[in-house]
C-alpha cells in the first residue's frame, strides 16, 4: 500500500514537474513583461535563400541561432536606420549572449540596393550585421511570406530618389528556424534586449 | 520526523502536485479558454480598392479580418459568396468584439475588369459598407502570389472570362496572423461570429488573462471543422 502511493506520489512529481516546466516557463521567466508578442507554438517560418556580398545565403544556415530579421532599404530616412541601431544597441546589451543573436536586413528595393551597398549599409550598425538583396521577385516572395508589404511611395512619382513605403515588423526566428516573436516598429532598445534575453533564457 | 508530521507533509505535497497536475488537464478538459490555433502568417500585400484608394496588409493590422477572393463578373454563380458576406457583415453589428475593429476583405482576382468603378458597383450591389467592408483588387502576377501561394486558394481563368475557383474565407487575426481558413463549404455564420469574438477576447486579454490564453494554446486548442 505505502509503496504504491510512493510510486503514485514519484509518477504525479515526474508530470507535474514536466507540466510545471513546459507551463511555467512564461511564468518564470516573466513572460508578462515582454514587450514583443511571443508567438507559443511558434509558426513555421519560410526558408529562403536570398544574396549577400560573399554570396548567396539560407535562413537555414542560422538555425541553432536566434535570427532577428529586418526588412528596410539603405535610402531609408528614418524607421530603418533607427531599428537597425536599436537592434544594435540590444545585442550589445546582450554582451556574449550576443553571439547567438544574427540580425539579417532584407532589401525591399533590391533594384538600389546592391548586396555590397546592402553589406556596407548594415555593417556600419554592428560589424556582425548581415544584409540581403535579391532579384525583384525573390524580394517579393520572401516579404509576402513574412507578411511584409512594400510598395514605392505614391508621392515620389517617377525619380529615381523615391520613397519606399514597408511594414516595419521585426521578426524574431528561432534556433529551431521557427517564428518565435513579432516586434512592432516603436520597440526601444532595452525592450529589444530584454525579449531577447528572455528568448536566449528558454 | 513523528508520523504526524510526515502525514501533514504527504498531505501537502499530495495537493501541491494536485493542484500542478490538474491545472493542465483542467485546462484540457474543461477549457475555461479556447483559441483558434495559429496556422502562419498571412501574407503582406498592398491592392487597390473601390475608391481607387490603396488597401495594404499594414492597414488591416490591428484589425480582426475575414478574406474572401472572387470577381465581379462571377454574378449569381457567386451569390452564396456574396450573400454569406453581406450576412456576416449584418451580424457583425451584434459581435462584441469590445472595440476591436473587425473588418471584411473581398479580393478581386480579375483585375482587368474589376476596376475600381466595377468594383464600387459590386459593393454597392453587395450591399457592403465601405466602413467595413472593402472591395479590392492588384496586379495580376502580384494577385497570384498573394491568393494562390499566400492564402492559398485556388483560382484559375476558364476560357470564356469565367474563372474556376474555390471558395475560401480566411480569418486573420490583430498580429497578422492566419487563424482559420474556411474551405469546403461556406461556414455558419455562429462559427464565424464565435471565432470573431473569440479572437477579440484574445487580443484583448492582458497580465494573467493573456497567459492564460498562451497556455490554452499549448493545451486546448480547437480548430473549426473546415
Known amino acids: 500500500m505505502r509503496r504504491r502511493t510512493s510510486i503514485l506520489l514519484g509518477a504525479s512529481l515526474g508530470l507535474g514537474a514536466a507540466v510545471l516546466f513546459v507551463f511555467g516557463a512564461n511564468l518564470r521567466s516573466g513572460a508578462t513583461a515582454l514587450n514583443g508578442a511571443l508567438i507559443e ?53 546582450l554582451e556574449s549572449d550576443a553571439d547567438r543573436v544574427q540580425a539579417i536586413m532584407v ?26 538583396s535579391g532579384s525583384a521577385e525573390e524580394v517579393s516572395r520572401v516579404a509576402a511570406s513574412y507578411g511584409i508589404f512594400y510598395a514605392r511611395a505614391a508621392a515620389s512619382g517617377e525619380s529615381d530618389d523615391y520613397l519606399v513605403d514597408h511594414t516595419a515588423t521585426v521578426t524574431v526566428i528561432s534556433p529551431e528556424g521557427s517564428i518565435q516573436m513579432l516586434w512592432p516598429t516603436d520597440l526601444r532598445s532595452e525592450e529589444m534586449a530584454s525579449d531577447l534575453r528572455y528568448l536566449l533564457r528558454r | 520526523m513523528t508520523p504526524k508530521k510526515r502525514r501533514v507533509l504527504r498531505i501537502t505535497l499530495g495537493i501541491a ?43 488591416l493590422k490591428g484589425s480582426i479580418v475575414l478574406y ?43 483585375p482587368e475588369r474589376d476596376s475600381p ?5 459590386a459593393a454597392a450591389k453587395a450591399g457592403a459598407d465601405p466602413r467595413v467592408w472593402s472591395f479590392a483588387t492588384g496586379e495580376s502576377t502580384s494577385l497570384k502570389a498573394l491568393i494562390g501561394g499566400g492564402f492559398n486558394v485556388y483560382y484559375e481563368p476558364g476560357e470564356e472570362g469565367d ?38 477576447r484574445e487580443a484583448r486579454a492582458e497580465g494573467m488573462a493573456h497567459l492564460a490564453y498562451e497556455a490554452a494554446h499549448l493545451f486546448s486548442c480547437y480548430s473549426t471543422p473546415y
Open chain 2, 117 to 121: 468603378s466595377a468594383l464600387r458597383d
Open chain 1, 41 to 93: 507554438p511558434p509558426l513555421p517560418a519560410e526558408d529562403f535563400t536570398l544574396t549577400s556580398v560573399a554570396g548567396p545565403v539560407r535562413l537555414s544556415d542560422f538555425l541553432g541561432r536566434t535570427v532577428v530579421l529586418f526588412f528596410g532599404y539603405t535610402h531609408c530616412p528614418d524607421v530603418c536606420p533607427l531599428t537597425m541601431s536599436r537592434v544594435a544597441q540590444a545585442l550589445k546589451a
Open chain 2, 163 to 200: 474563372f474556376s475557383f474555390e471558395t475560401v474565407y480566411v480569418l486573420v487575426d490583430p498580429l497578422g496572423i492566419k487563424r482559420v481558413v474556411y474551405r469546403y463549404q461556406t461556414p455558419a455564420h455562429e462559427s464565424v461570429i464565435r471565432d470573431v469574438e473569440g479572437l477579440a
Open chain 2, 17 to 59: 502536485v494536485a493542484v500542478i497536475t490538474l491545472t493542465p488537464l483542467g485546462f484540457a478538459v474543461l477549457q475555461p479558454v479556447k483559441v483558434l490555433p495559429r496556422i502562419s502568417l498571412a501574407p503582406g500585400f498592398q491592392l487597390t480598392d473601390a475608391s481607387g484608394q490603396r488597401l495594404t496588409s499594414d492597414d
Open chain 1, 107 to 132: 532589401s525591399i528595393d533590391p533594384e538600389r540596393d546592391s548586396p555590397g551597398r546592402m553589406a556596407e549599409y548594415v555593417q556600419s550598425f554592428n560589424p556582425g550585421f548581415l544584409g540581403l
Open chain 2, 68 to 110: 474572401t477572393f472572387t470577381y465581379s463578373a462571377c454574378g449569381d454563380r457567386c451569390a452564396e459568396q456574396t450573400r454569406f458576406m453581406r450576412e456576416t457583415q449584418e451580424r457583425l453589428a451584434e459581435v462584441e468584439s469590445g472595440g476591436m475593429p473587425v473588418r471584411l476583405v473581398t479580393v478581386s482576382f480579375d
